[in-house]
């Protein structure tokens, strides 16, 4: 014979689930307060390591990656590594005219005559420095861009689009919402690749990425501005910059992965496009749910 569970129980129950429900409600009225005095669209997606701790606003809207796109750019080449096409330590022959001017690039900046490199090496700078130029020499090595969404698309991945590379990206601006995701696909991205339980990195290529995604340096006054400086932080950014003519901006984005003091980590993507505010207004807002969602996880 079954038995019944005490009426109290279920109630207990009952109320245990709504409280939780409240608590994350909270953390979105919070975020919601950030964002909704702003002229601006802005998507967030947040994952703790406990399905209750899961929110989205404007979650399964298309938003412009920019340089956000250098990360599944790394993930895809790394994965040519593991079946044995390229290598890390591989050396690649950048020359003087690869290093557009119109282009943000430190390689270029210390390599003004051209350079040779490892993949490691212009890795590291397309993803921790952004840089454009290294991101358009790992593409040619992937044959064209969209080898990178095809990559993803088999994997699963279909809220993900890349169909160019910085040089036209930055050269047209209508054509950088060619290249674009969602915060909840981004989300599920940095997951997939993190907790790599289907192995989909070899352990090298794995700590190679993370320790290279902690390692960024952009975006300081975004998800990691409001954060205690001893915080580690796997991320990455994108902007656009504003249009010249409406002032509009596009993109300004960070994704990434905070580290707990306690252990644990939360996932976290932050997308803003037609904003009509200022870029430091946009950082603003960006590390403002950041720091929500760094009191929320804290005070668990």
């Known amino acids: 014979m079954v038995k019944k569970r005490p009426i109290t129980f279920l109630i207990c129950l009952i109320i245990f689930a709504q409280g939780y429900s409240q608590k994350i409600e909270t953390l979105r009225q919070k975020i919601e307060g950030i964002i909704n005095s702003k002229s601006a669209v802005v998507g967030v997606a947040i994952n703790g390591m406990e399905t209750k701790d899961t929110l989205s606003i404007n979650g399964q809207r298309h938003f412009p990656m920019q340089s956000v796109f250098k990360f599944p750019i790394a993930l895809t080449i790394l994965s040519e590594i593991d079946k044995g096409n390229l290598s890390l330590e591989q050396k690649i022959d950048i020359k003087k005219s690869e290093l557009l001017p119109g282009l943000w690039s430190p390689i270029r900046k210390k390599y003004p005559e051209g350079a040779t490199l490892t993949i490691a090496e212009i890795m590291k700078y397309t993803v921790a420095l952004s840089d454009n130029v290294g991101c358009d020499v790992l593409l040619k090595l992937l044959g064209k861009p969209q080898a990178v969404e095809n990559y993803f698309s088999k994997l699963g991945f279909k809220d993900f689009s890349v169909k160019i590379n910085e040089e036209t990206m930055q050269n047209n601006w209508d054509l950088q919402f060619l290249n674009w995701t969602t915060p909840k696909e981004a989300n599920k991205i ?110 668990q």
Not at 230 to 252: D, R
Not at 268 to 286: D, G, L, P, R
């Open 190 to 299: 940095l997951a997939t690749f993190y907790k790599n339980s289907n192995g989909l990195l070899s352990k090298k290529s794995h700590e190679f990425v993370w320790n290279v995604m902690k390692g960024t340096k952009t975006g300081k006054n975004r998800l990691r501005g409001q954060l205690p400086k001893e915080t580690i932080v796997a991320h990455k950014t994108g902007w656009s910059g504003a249009h010249k003519e409406t002032g509009i901006t596009a993109a300004v984005n960070n994704i990434g992965i905070v580290f707990l003091p306690n252990g644990k980590y939360f996932i976290i993507s932050v997308f803003i496009t037609e904003s009509a505010e200022n870029f430091e207004t946009n950082e603003k807002m960006i590390s403002d749910i950041s720091k929500a969602t760094w009191d929320y996880f804290i005070n």
